[in-house]
């Protein structure tokens, strides 16, 4: 066993319209196929953008989408991230809940590291070979815990939004 020098990276994702996107690590370039196709049957209409960073071969940022800005945005990540086999899927008027299972069951993915509309930081390690996805820093840090207002909030908001019963 050698050891091999590497250095830690932290890469900020960029999503200025504060989008929902799906972060994770698969294994075989018919992910990109098999996302998009995972979308379109999910949630008609589905607006996203999706980039998959091959890594082996052409080693090319693999992308697909029904929107344009979305697969742009998805592409610049990518590249900025570099890690082999990872994608990352910006959704826009969709949410990760009506997809997330369903992404997950695709036999190529192998993990998902995030889903979220946060500001994320994604921890690399870089080596002559190439990059890797560490985890991830998703938001902020707690600033307490949820007291009886809290609770009864966020049992509101789940009921607002449609995803709780009244």
Same mark, same amino acid.
């Given at each position: 066993?050698t050891?091999?020098?590497?250095?830690?990276?932290?890469v900020?994702?960029e999503?200025?319209?504060a989008?929902n996107? =799906?972060?994770g690590q698969?294994h075989?370039?018919?992910?990109? +196929?098999?996302?998009h196709?995972?979308m $379109? &049957? *999910?949630? #008609?209409?589905?607006k996203?953008?999706?980039?998959?960073c091959?890594?082996?071969?052409?080693?090319?940022v693999?992308?697909?989408?029904?929107?344009?800005?979305?697969k742009a945005?998805?592409?610049?990540n990518a590249?900025?991230?570099?890690a082999?086999?990872s994608?990352?899927l910006?959704?826009?008027?969709?949410y990760? =809940?009506n997809?997330?299972?369903a992404?997950?069951m695709v036999? +190529?993915?192998?993990?998902?590291?995030? $889903? &979220? *509309?946060? #500001?994320?930081?994604?921890?690399?390690?870089?080596s002559?070979q190439?990059?890797?996805?560490?985890?991830?820093?998703?938001?902020?840090?707690?600033?307490?815990?949820e007291?009886?207002?809290?609770?009864?909030?966020r049992?509101?908001?789940?009921?607002?939004?449609?995803?709780?019963?009244?």
């Amino acid at each position: 066993m050698t050891e091999i020098p590497f250095q830690l990276k932290l890469v900020q994702i960029e999503n200025p319209d504060a989008l929902n996107f =799906i972060l994770g690590q698969s294994h075989f370039i018919k992910t990109v +196929e098999d996302i998009h196709e995972v979308m $379109v &049957t *999910a949630v #008609p209409g589905a607006k996203f953008g999706l980039a998959f960073c091959e890594s082996s071969g052409a080693t090319l940022v693999r992308s697909t989408g029904t929107d344009d800005a979305s697969k742009a945005l998805a592409e610049r990540n990518a590249l900025a991230l570099g890690a082999g086999h990872s994608f990352i899927l910006f959704l826009r008027d969709v949410y990760p =809940i009506n997809v997330l299972n369903a992404i997950k069951m695709v036999p +190529e993915v192998a993990t998902v590291f995030c $889903v &979220t *509309a946060n #500001p994320v930081q994604v921890i690399l390690a870089e080596s002559a070979q190439g990059r890797g996805i560490l985890g991830v820093i998703d938001g902020g840090r707690p600033a307490g815990v949820e007291d009886a207002d809290g609770v009864a909030w966020r049992k509101d908001f789940l009921r607002m939004i449609g995803y709780k019963i009244r």
